[in-house]
């Protein structure tokens, strides 16, 4: 009893540095104060270091830098601050684990999707390298920065999620960041409901290193509202017979992000089988909404009706018959709902930005028809939105890029041990990928997918979750006794969580 109680201790004391970390990290971007954001991270460390609590370190820098990298707000301008971050994160792993000496584990025990992962990004990102040899779509020293960014910085990450521990600490803290601002917009909701909509508006915030100009906003726009207790919106829409409600952004660059990053996140929540497990999926699933978008609202339809429905079928022939119907009734249902919906359907997004869908759908045909006569890609002559999704960018990148870049999300699942585990983790991000938005040089992107993968691994069932740590108790440190046979050093230092 008394080592879980100290489990317990140390994972709350995790939980709330990170969300310190990233608070303080916030606030001085949001303040645009550079040195603030340098002191804290500096502070951090030396603290960490001189109380010789490495481990928890690592996960605390990788969080932060998974919040400062791209697709995120601010990785338009921070992601030469979060990669250095993520080094630094992988540092302090491996230190960690040489002082408590745990051996690098073997290839065999390695959670497979992970390497599938890494091997199949490098040859991605790699390809990168070769475009502007071939035909110059991209400037070289663009390409070089890009491809940096993004190899280095996941491979910092897989040196961090190799301890399953670890990851299943990363992976958590980033469910529960996502469940803040799932909470916060529904508190957003009920001051708009209470004092009118728009209302408790905190600031305007500008985005870092934008797109389009030097703020990333056209002339005359004076950034995106933050309203109480921390709601950062892109505007607000009127549905359900003019009830306003604002849209949601949470730390990603736009709703379109964010939205598979609360389906990814309410999978998560069930795979850790966290605390309240119900209620927090209820909670993201309110974040999902206030994206109001439509390609998540779809993806999170059509996967939620597969995964529970089809994929769950009874041992019996007659029951597993006629769920399976019934799935396939309730799939076709869902494409309907994804299509008709108010305010998230397909045909309410044509209404309401109908430039949304047909900037996406005209580029993605433009860049599939011109596989067979430029394989190898080309550069674009007069197309607009070129790369504004995976299959846009096929014009660029050509068959070899596309293969290879479906190959990085989909080969960790047909390798991973838990199939359908994997599928619903990834899926959502691959599917974002390709049909809407751009994140083939995004950091953070990447890395959840290999946190997805980090997930399938041999340790999983014998590492006392959230949940099942009264059930421990109650069979009399069984499970303490299986932690110190398999590894005696683990179960001591207690990972110095």
């Not at 869902?334 to 299509?339: D, P, S």
Request: aromatic residues 8%.
């Amino acid at each position: 009893m008394q080592h879980h109680l100290l489990v317990s201790t140390r994972s709350t004391v995790l939980y709330l540095a990170t969300a310190s970390a990233v608070c303080c990290v916030t606030v001085a971007a949001v303040a645009q104060y550079p040195p603030a954001v340098v002191a804290v991270v500096i502070g951090l460390v030396l603290w960490f270091v001189a109380i010789k609590r490495t481990e928890p370190l690592s996960v605390i820098l990788l969080v932060a830098s998974l919040m400062l990298m791209r697709p995120t707000w601010y990785g338009n301008g921070a992601t030469p601050l979060g990669v250095p971050l993520a080094v630094a994160a992988a540092f302090f792993a491996a230190s960690a684990d040489h002082r408590e000496g745990r051996l690098v584990p073997s290839w065999r025990d390695r959670p497979r999707p992970v390497l599938a992962a890494l091997c199949c990004l490098a040859a991605f990102q790699g390809w990168y390298l070769v475009l502007p040899i071939l035909h110059g779509t991209y400037p070289a020293d663009f390409v070089l920065r890009s491809v940096t960014y993004v190899l280095v910085s996941v491979t910092a990450a897989a040196i961090v999620l190799r301890e399953p521990l670890r990851a299943r600490f990363i992976a958590r803290a980033v469910v529960w960041i996502c469940g803040a601002i799932a909470a916060s917009f529904g508190a957003t909701l009920l001051l708009w409901a209470v004092s009118g909509p728009e209302s408790h508006e905190i600031l305007r915030m500008q985005l870092p290193g934008g797109i389009s100009g030097a703020n990333g906003y056209a002339e005359g726009n004076d950034g995106q509202p933050l309203y109480l207790p921390w709601t950062l919106t892109n505007g607000a829409t009127s549905a359900f017979g003019g009830i306003t409600m604002p849209r949601l952004v949470g730390f990603m660059r736009e709703p379109g992000l964010m939205a598979p990053m609360f389906i990814w996140a309410i999978y998560v929540a069930g795979r850790l089988k966290m605390r309240n497990t119900r209620l927090l999926q209820l909670l993201l699933f309110l974040g999902l909404l206030g994206c109001q978008s439509t390609a998540g609202f779809a993806i999170w339809v059509v996967l939620a009706v597969c995964t529970s429905v089809i994929g769950d079928a009874p041992q019996k022939k007659n029951f597993r018959v006629t769920r399976q119907f019934l799935g396939m009734a309730l799939l076709i249902g869902g494409v309907w709902l994804a299509i008709f919906a108010p305010v998230w359907g397909l045909k309410a997004k044509e209404e309401i930005n109908p430039g949304s869908i047909s900037d996406r759908t005209t580029t993605a045909v433009t860049g599939i028809t011109q596989i067979d006569q430029h394989f190898w890609g080309a550069a674009p002559q007069g197309l607009e939105n070129v790369g504004i999704n995976l299959l846009s960018e096929t014009h660029r990148i050509g068959g070899p890029g596309l293969l290879l870049a479906l190959a990085a999300y989909f080969v960790p699942i047909l390798v991973a041990r838990r199939k359908s585990d994997a599928a619903k983790l990834i899926v959502p991000l691959a599917v974002t990928a390709l049909v809407a938005q751009p994140v083939s040089g995004a950091p953070t992107w990447w890395i959840l997918v290999l946190v997805a993968g980090a997930l399938d691994d041999r340790e999983h069932d014998r590492v006392p979750d959230e949940t099942s740590a009264a059930e421990v108790d109650h069979a009399g440190t069984a499970g303490v006794v299986r932690l110190e046979l398999t590894d005696p050093e683990r179960s001591r230092a207690g990972l110095n969580f």
